[in-house]
C-alpha cells in the first residue's frame, strides 16, 4: 500500500495564481521530500522537511509538515506555466533509512 | 556535476523476451536505486544498491527481474522473460549516503513497452 497519498490528483489553475497540493501518510517517519516530474527534466528533488519541522521556504515553494496529523502541504506561489507537472510526496519510513515510498502524485496544469 | 545516466532510453520489446537497462549514478555516490513507474502512478522501488552489495529487494520480482552492481558503480536491470505488465518506465536514482535525509538524483528512466 501506498505510504504517500497526495490530494488532489488533478489541479488545473491560471498563471499567477497559487497551487496548493496536500500528502498523507500513514506511519512514522524522519523526513518527507517533494518532487516534481515532467517530461523535460524528469523526477527533480524539491524540498525536504525534518519530522522535527514545521515549516519550510524554497523560492516561490512553501512546505508544511503536521506529524500529529500525519499530512503535508506544497504551496507553490504566484505560479508559472513551467510548473506544470506532477508532484510527488515521499517518505522514507523511520525503520528503513534512506528508501523512499512514493504516492500516486498531482497533476498540476498552469494554463497561460 | 554530470547527472544520473541511463540507457536506453526507450525499448519496445515483445511478451517473453529478455531486456536489459543500464545505470551510470553520479559519481562517488555509494547508494543506488531502480524504481518502476507505471503510467498514472508514482515511483515504485525495485532494489537499492549499497555500494555492490544489497540492502532492500524486498518488492522485486524475483522470478523475473535480477540486479547487479558488480564493481559499486554501474548498475544493469534485467527482465526475463518480460511481461505485458512490465510496461513502464524505469528509473535509477542515486543518493550519497544511506542513512539519515538523503536527496536522491533521478536518472531521465527507460520507457520500456512490451507488446
Known amino acids: 500500500s501506498q505510504q504517500g497519498e497526495e490530494d488532489p490528483q488533478a489541479l488545473s489553475i491560471q498563471e499567477g495564481e497559487n497551487a496548493t497540493m496536500n500528502c498523507s501518510y500513514k506511519?512514522?517517519?524522519?523526513?518527507l521530500q517533494w518532487y516534481r516530474q515532467n517530461s523535460g527534466r524528469g523526477l527533480v528533488h524539491l524540498i525536504l522537511i525534518r519530522s522535527n519541522e514545521r515549516e519550510k521556504h524554497s523560492g516561490r515553494l512553501r512546505v508544511t509538515l503536521d506529524t500529529s496529523k500525519k499530512s503535508s502541504s506544497l504551496l507553490i506561489t504566484a505560479s508559472r506555466a513551467a510548473d506544470t507537472a506532477s508532484y510527488f510526496c515521499a517518505t522514507p519510513p523511520r525503520t528503513s533509512g534512506s528508501r523512499l515510498t512514493f504516492g500516486e502524485g498531482t497533476q498540476l496544469t498552469v494554463n497561460p | 556535476e554530470a547527472g544520473v545516466a541511463q540507457s536506453p532510453r526507450y525499448k519496445i520489446i515483445e511478451k517473453r523476451q529478455s531486456v536489459a537497462f543500464w545505470c551510470n549514478p553520479i559519481?562517488?555516490?555509494?547508494?543506488l536505486y531502480w524504481y518502476q513507474q507505471i503510467l498514472g502512478q508514482g515511483p515504485k522501488l525495485l532494489i537499492q544498491f549499497q555500494n555492490n552489495g544489497v540492502v532492500d529487494d524486498s518488492q522485486l520480482p524475483k522470478d523475473r527481474f535480477s540486479a547487479e552492481r558488480l564493481k559499486g558503480v554501474d548498475s544493469t536491470l534485467k527482465i526475463q522473460p518480460a511481461k505485458l505488465e512490465d510496461s513502464a518506465v524505469y528509473l535509477c536514482?542515486?543518493?550519497?549516503?544511506?542513512?539519515?535525509?538523503?536527496?536522491?538524483?533521478f536518472g531521465p528512466g527507460t520507457r520500456l513497452t512490451v507488446l
Open positions: 536514482a542515486s543518493s550519497a549516503g544511506l542513512a539519515g535525509p538523503n536527496e536522491q538524483f
Open positions: 559519481s562517488g555516490h555509494a547508494t
Open positions: 506511519t512514522s517517519i524522519n523526513n
